[in-house]
């Protein structure tokens, strides 16, 4: 079946440094990215998104990153604050289809 | 705030019990769904309504029933839950299922425990 899937179940960051988190999927046909974060007590909310025209796009402080050659989405966050520690969700959707597919999730622990 | 509100936050109960979850978005969304998350399991969509009509039940077991009585509310109706039915349940909402592929918005969830 398809799979949503994150390399890292756990990530600990200096506070301060750059935070990556990579997330794999293989749908090919999948044509729609979404980054979600959920901190403790939370449902996930929005972070950024990015269509499968673009490579990369921007936000405050985050970058998504989308190679579809090898199926690969990183999240880029910059200066990584205590706020940031939470739970990373990758998400898939295809145009049309309106079912998004969520992977397992990679925690964020920034060390003060 | 998300816009999306759900109560109760936490809720436990018996195998024999009835209860409901409430999801009220106020953002003039017309989708809504249902989200199960457990622990260390990826979200499992569960149901999909818009403009009320249900447009999507992911093969969900009977003691789980859903409500949408407008486009602002969902309710979902358990009975007879088993304990591996414990987990947080997500509410979430979006523009619209006809409109081009979109962000959702959650609500915090109501975490259930089954005994």
């Known amino acids: 079946g398809e799979n949503v899937g994150l390399h890292l179940p756990t990530l600990s960051v200096q506070e301060g440094d750059n935070s990556i988190i990579n997330c794999a999927y293989s749908n090919s046909a999948s044509d729609y990215f979404i980054w979600y974060k959920q901190e403790s007590g939370k449902g996930p909310q929005f972070i950024i998104d990015i269509r499968s025209n673009m490579d990369k796009r921007q936000g405050q402080r985050v970058t998504v990153l989308l190679n579809k050659t090898v199926k690969h989405l990183s999240l880029q966050i910059a200066a990584t604050q205590p706020g940031d520690s939470a739970v990373y969700f990758c998400?898939?959707?295809?145009?049309?289809?309106?079912?998004?597919?969520f992977g397992t999730g990679t925690k964020l622990q920034v060390i003060p | 705030e998300t816009g999306v509100t759900q109560t109760p936050r936490h809720l436990v109960m018996g195998m024999t019990n009835k209860k409901s979850l409430k999801c009220e978005q106020h953002?003039?969304?017309?989708?809504m769904y249902w989200y199960k998350q457990s622990a260390k399991k990826p979200l499992e969509l569960m149901f999909v309504y818009n403009f009320k009509e249900q447009t999507e039940n992911n093969s969900v077991p009977s003691r789980f029933s859903p409500e949408c009585p407008n486009s602002s509310h969902l309710f979902l109706h358990l009975h007879t839950l088993q304990p591996e039915d414990s987990a947080l349940y997500l509410c979430?909402?979006?523009?619209?299922?006809?409109?081009?592929?979109?962000?959702?918005?959650f609500g915090s969830g109501t975490q259930l425990s089954v005994l």
């Open positions: 979430a909402s979006s523009q619209d299922l006809r409109l081009q592929a979109e962000k959702l918005f």
């Open positions: 998400a898939e959707n295809i145009e049309g289809y309106q079912k998004v597919t």
């Open positions: 953002l003039g969304h017309n989708a």
